[in-house]
């Protein structure tokens, strides 16, 4: 195929329409401490017993899937720090739950830290996070 | 007159056997000795079971020349340490004598006057001779094909793969894994899968979008030398992000370390005495999973289109680099008793072209594959003066062709080429064929666009694509090169976080510095969005390497690195 100058600038007119292009977002950190104070009281939080799964990079940062499981728990908190609203939501468990597990699929702004932290049945609190990347993606080997 | 195969002097025929003397003692025989097949292939037998692994052959059917990379930076706990090493540092590190057969396959120092010595390397017909030697030896030896073997060329872009599928159907390997594979788009691999392919693909980390189950088997357990392997596939983990998730809409990938070591257990549970993992996670990943995830004997690790002349090892786990484009076949004995795996000979085989002979059934085939496009293949559309090549963290010789070809050929101020690992070198004073050409840019979303992007956007995407190759943590990691850029320079520190790497954005015409306000004209292709519109790059290319007649590529000046 022959291509002329011509053609290749009538065929590329138009051509890349990035989307909106995602970039580290930082949130009112004020915002996400404050939710932390809600739900802790300023407790100290530990790290043990408290498992939250994400991906590092998100495949598409509209519907990001995340998992977390704290055995004990009487109520989890998810934060999405970066979010212009971080509080994601609270899953409280009943006596008769047989699991402290919860999973489902957040929206993030773009790149930065989810947060989980979990009330236990005695009162303490323990927390985990992750980041997760939101990126424009491409040029992958 | 001495013939090539004569010529060619011993370098890569010691055993690397772990806790022995020898490891360590590789390719230090660059004396005058002349390499045979029996150099190339001598191995001790030991143990009970053979692992043949190959990887990211990217559909090369025939020899080529691959020049490795002079730059290719690690960050975080992989600075400095192997596969990050290269030149000196990396023939110093492994005994490797200059001017050497190992030097030549292995490295990048006078690539081109080497490449006339030792000549061209892979072809899979070569590859067949080592595999059945190695069958010889030991009848039951698993043979691994750690992906990128649908893409890359000519033949593999015109007929959707089918013709590595014909090869590798005939080379019998017992499972593969995946990442370029999905590009065909979906619909056609699973065609393969359930039609053509005669052996599994296996991918435990991909998963269905919808209901997030698994959606192709993550191991296979094979009986071998009276112990149960379990070969357990882990594809691309950034398939929908480094290529166009559109191709595969209803798959995710991911690293899903968790995920991981279920399987791993799994396969334990399941009576599995070795667990050999069949990787296409990208070297640094699979470092990082080895030290995390437990009970995995063996990586047979892909993706970033690394050699090793040893195992690395990482706690108990043995991490192998095969290298790309069929210049190495890995082989490596296990001695598995007692549940365990006991001891690891290894030898990374190279794919000498004139020294192995071609096994003449495989040949036929590849022949077969090849006919149908044999005029196109040969179709010469210019020439070069300079080494053309890809690899490298920053810059290469053929997408500065690419960049030059998309500024010219499209008006634009700047060009964008992407960071890809595959395509085969050219050597100075060579006619460039088609073949050639496709080499290095044959792939499913070709399209060469142009548009308007303002200086911050341009800043925006090279921190992008800087943070998938220099995130500290290999776990963000996407395992490609940095994208290459045409018409503009600029500042890179990579050990600076996402948003302050890239600096002194540059005009190169000018010298002015890029105005984050105003508006350039970007040219480039293989993007990943949607609905692209453009000439395929090849056209592009082949216009201006036709208008050109001979051409030069400058050396590249216009990235500085900082922080390496």
């Not at chain 1, 702004?109 to 997760?132: H, K, L, P, Y």
């Not at chain 2, 698993?142 to 007929?159: C, E, K, M, V, Y």
């Not at chain 2, 159907?169 to 392919?197: C, K, Q, S, Y």
């Amino acid at each position: 195929m022959q291509i002329t100058r011509r053609d290749a600038l009538t065929l590329g007119a138009g051509a890349l329409t990035l989307a909106a292009l995602p970039m580290p977002v930082f949130a009112a950190t004020a915002d996400v401490d404050a939710a932390i104070a809600e739900f802790t009281g300023g407790a100290e939080m530990g790290a043990d017993g408290i498992i939250l799964t994400a991906p590092e990079i998100a495949e598409n940062g509209n519907t990001v899937p995340i998992e977390v499981s704290a055995p004990g728990a009487a109520a989890i908190m998810v934060l999405a720090t970066g979010n212009p609203t971080p509080k994601v939501g609270t899953i409280n468990f009943g006596p008769l739950a047989a699991a402290q597990f919860a999973s489902t699929r957040i929206r993030l702004a773009g790149t930065q830290d989810v947060m989980a932290i979990a009330r236990m049945q005695d009162g303490s609190f323990v927390q985990a996070s992750a980041e997760v990347k939101v990126t424009i993606g491409g040029c992958g080997g | 007159m001495i013939s090539r195969r004569d010529f060619l002097q011993v370098a890569m025929a010691t055993t690397a056997i772990y806790g022995a003397s020898s490891f360590g003692n590789w390719s230090r025989l660059s004396a005058q000795q002349s390499i045979t097949q029996d150099d190339l292939l001598s191995f001790d037998t030991t143990g009970n079971v053979s692992l043949i692994h190959i990887t990211d052959i990217h559909a090369q059917l025939v020899p080529v020349w691959f020049r490795e990379p002079q730059i290719n930076l690690g960050v975080g706990d992989a600075a400095g340490q192997p596969p990050h090493l290269t030149g000196a540092d990396f023939l110093q590190r492994y005994g490797i004598e200059p001017n050497s057969s190992a030097q030549y396959a292995l490295s990048y120092p006078d690539f081109a006057a080497l490449a006339g010595e030792y000549g061209r390397m892979g072809g899979v017909d070569r590859i067949a001779t080592v595999v059945n030697a190695i069958r010889a030896d030991r009848p039951d030896a698993l043979l691994l094909d750690g992906g990128d073997t649908w893409q890359g060329s000519l033949t593999a872009l015109r007929t959707d793969g089918q013709d590595m599928v014909n090869v590798f159907n005939a080379l019998r390997p017992d499972a593969m894994t995946a990442h370029w594979e999905f590009t065909l788009g979906i619909e056609r691999v699973m065609d393969i899968v359930e039609n053509h392919l005669e052996f599994p693909l296996l991918g435990a980390n991909i998963f269905d979008v919808e209901w997030d189950e698994p959606a192709f088997e993550p191991f296979k357990m094979f009986e071998r030398g009276g112990v149960q392997v379990a070969v357990i596939g882990q594809a691309f983990p950034y398939m929908p992000i480094a290529n166009p998730g559109y191709m595969f809409p209803d798959l995710s990938f991911g690293v899903r370390e968790a995920r991981m070591a279920e399987v791993v257990q799994q396969a334990r549970d399941a009576g599995a005495e070795a667990v050999v993992v069949l990787s296409h996670n990208g070297f640094d990943v699979d470092r990082k999973m080895a030290a995390n995830v437990p009970g995995i004997d063996v990586i047979l690790t892909g993706h970033t289109h690394d050699a090793l002349p040893e195992p690395l090892l990482v706690g108990k786990t043995h991490l192998i680099a095969s290298g790309s484009h069929g210049k190495f076949v890995s082989r490596l004995d296990l001695d598995v008793r007692d549940g365990e795996v006991k001891s690891v000979a290894h030898k990374l085989i190279p794919i000498f072209a004139d020294v192995i002979a071609p096994d003449p059934q495989m040949s036929a085939l590849v022949e077969e594959q090849r006919a149908p496009f044999a005029d196109d293949l040969a179709e010469v559309l210019g020439k070069t003066d300079s080494l053309l090549y890809r690899r490298g963290n920053f810059n290469g010789t053929w997408d500065d062709l690419i960049c030059q070809a998309l500024l010219e050929e499209r008006e634009a101020d700047i060009a964008l080429s992407p960071g890809f690992r595959w395509g085969a070198s050219v050597l100075p004073g060579q006619d460039i064929t088609r073949e050639d050409l496709m080499n290095a840019t044959a792939m499913s979303y070709p399209e060469a666009y142009r548009t308007e992007m303002t200086g911050e956007m341009l800043h925006t995407i090279l921190e992008d694509v800087a943070d998938n190759l220099f995130h500290p943590d290999p776990y963000y990691q996407q395992g490609g090169d940095m994208v290459r850029v045409g018409g503009m320079g600029y500042r890179i520190d990579i050990g600076k976080p996402q948003g302050s790497r890239i600096t002194e954005m540059t005009v190169l015409t000018t010298g002015e510095a890029i105005d984050p306000a105003r508006s350039y004209a970007v040219a480039g292709w293989a993007s990943v969005n949607p609905e692209v519109e453009g000439p395929p790059i090849w056209d592009v290319v082949e216009a201006y390497i036709k208008r050109e007649g001979t051409v030069s590529v400058a050396p590249n000046t216009s990235v500085v690195v900082d922080g390496a």
